[in-house]
């Protein structure tokens, strides 16, 4: 079925040509230069040489920046700013030629062309601008329209090419020369071999709406069409993997020009784009069918034979300009010409996407996204005969083949039966999928809706999880809506938990109402939990998600409550696993971390009044006196200082603690000058391992020499990385086995001067905050 739609569409020939060529009188163009004055026309050489004084040397754009390289563009401009035209004058002229410039580039009745001025081009002997794209400038921008003013110079031809096909154009003497094309076309300026070649160069716009079908598509070929069309619907394909053999959903036709993402328009459709694009409009309206423009972003890899000499592997790239083109003036591509790409010989995979869908008659696209299968695929031109955007060559690398990735960006109309729309668009749009079930829930159709849902479950999950958009709010109010526990935990099984926001907890009411606190407590221990900073984040908002969840009665309190010590649980977990880490440093700053999402927890079991809560987590905090933990305590306690006073009241426990213990640890003398014993539990019991316990609680000793063999070194070298010893450790590579040497550094004194004053500093602020708080306490 795809080869007869694609044969018939490209029996639809463009209605018109990618370039256009109009003449105009001398007289009709009056045009004044800031610095030189009006322009006679033809132009003299002594009006050529006054140009050249208030010109600059021209740049153009390459991708995110402005580049001038005479290689590549050999020119001078004059800004738009210093240019006066008669524009009255010259519109009498110009509109009437823009009308026939729009039906030569076979644009629909409705559309109207209007020409920007961009600036003024001077080419002299010598001079050139290489082949390049223009980016698309403004909204609305469909192509360049260059006017040749009258003058007596040689060369300077100018070339424009589209699909293989080049139409080239000269200057004249005599008359002003009008060549427009479409943005997409490649084109080039050749070396002027004498006198001058001045232009001025307009954006063309184009605007309103095409309102009429173009005339070369015939009625029998869209009878034809419309046939083919509707057996691509109805036919069953094999399934894919053993699957059930079911027809295609959608036709996913590639356009053959190249848009950019704010030229993606139906009325600013290129040449025989536009009239296949009506053609399959009239054929939709046929068979209730729905339509959409889209983005296609393509990707190919492709098995390909290097250049002979090139004999070592290699990895090139090559960019032309983006979706998200910037407002430069033009995009020269691989105008260096180093990189010149092997020679294509196999297609080894391909896979697209589509996204920012456009609707007929819209302007504005939709955040869709969705991947195209072989079968749904049809084109007239296929994209290896277009300029990929980027791609990568990767040469024989052992048993790799010689490989080229090449990157597209294309545009494709999207078509099915409308029967099938929502399931078409739930695939591409989770977001746009529960939007529909509310809205038929809204409209008092519960039945209805629970169809909907039932036909989501099959792909619901991979679509849920990957979608970009938050949808937890109306996932909660569809889940609600159809009242049916399976179905409902079904549609939030694949949210994440960070995607509980408050405004979402308070949308748990009806659904505690008619599943329970137990329901809901399952639907959320389900949800996956993300790693890091993403949960850490989420844990700011723990407060506010429990009163929110509390508002709701009873139910809604326990489940803020269960939510509460959860993350509770999580964050004593961490507590554990940083205590019981070796490292220091690690432990320290898992420690840093971790004193955040604690005190969220404890802001939440307030918010809520979950004091029972609050106290047993307090209590717990309270029954390790570890350096480390104390130092984890007084970060916490300085953290909370600003909070609510019933909560630093909570928290006189804690510092109580570190005031004991910190006044224990600062009443022990200071180390000795002569005492290098360093305290250490280390995390082995192996033989080397209380052999170094023992060299190192040794008040004495600071050298020990230790024949050990190769593995049992390392061991040692291992344990005093892991728990960062203020140790130098070497190897003595004499004798057998060789003999690890271990001195004591002398910064273990000043280890041990810093955290003596480190407490002292930490005992100064808790007691002092515990003086406050508990007055605080006694005048309440």
Known sequence: MQREIVELLHTIAPPGSFAVQRSAPAEALRIDVKGVGALELPLAARTVSRLREVAKPARYGLRDRTVYDTAVRHSREIARSRIRIDQRRWNETLLPLLDEIRAGLGLAEGVTLKAELHNMLLYERG???????????????????????????????MSVEQHGEVMAFRGSRSDVQLVAFYADCRHEVRPVTGGARVVLTYNLLAK??????????????????????????????????????????????????????????????????????????????????????????????????????????????????????FDGDDDPGDSGGDDVEPILTDLIDSDIELRNWVAAGSKTPAAISSAVRDEELCYTRPSSDMSPFQSEHTGYMGNWGNTLDRWYHRAAIVMWPRERTFIIRARASASWALSEVVQTLQRGNQEDARRKVESLLPFWSHTARFTPEPIIHDALRAAAGVADPILASRLLGPLSLESLDPEAASLFEPLLRQFGPQWCEDVLSALPVAQGDAHGKWLDLLPRIGEELAEAGDAGWSLARWLAVRQWEWVEGELRQADADPSPSDAREVLTILVPPLLNVLRTTLAIGAFDLQESIVRHLATTRTERRVDFLTTLLRAASSDDADLRLALVPLHELCVESLTAWLSAPPREPGDWAILAELSCRCDRCSKLHTFLIARERTVLEWPLAKEHRAHVHQMIERHELPLDHRTRRTGRPYTLV???????????????????????????????????????
């Open 127 to 157: 001079q050139f601008f290489k082949s390049h794209q223009d980016s698309e400038k403004t909204d609305g921008m469909i192509g360049t329209l260059v006017v040749t003013l009258p003058s007596p110079f040689r060369g300077g031809e």
């Open 208 to 325: 309103g709406v095409a309102t009429a079908m173009p005339p070369q598509v015939e009625p029998h070929t869209l009878d034809v069409l419309a046939g083919a069309l509707q057996r691509h619907f109805e036919t069953p394909l094999a399934g894919r993997f053993g699957g059930e053999a079911a027809p295609p959903d959608r036709l996913v036709y590639l356009l053959d020009h190249e848009y950019t993402a704010r030229g993606l328009r139906w009325h600013l459709l290129k040449g025989a784009d536009a009239a296949r694009a009506s053609a399959l409009q009239t054929v939709a309206g046929r068979l209730d069918c729905e339509i959409f423009l889209a983005q296609a972003d393509v990707h190919e890899t492709w098995q390909c034979e290097s250049d002979p000499d090139d004999w070592y592997p290699s990895r090139r790239r090559a960019w032309r300009d983006s979706w998200d083109d």
């Open 742 to 780: 271990l001195t004591k550094r002398d910064a273990l004194f000043a280890q041990d001067t810093a955290r003596r004053k480190r407490w002292t500093e930490d005992l100064a602020w808790v007691a002092d905050a515990l003086r406050r708080n508990t007055a605080g306490s006694r005048r309440g």
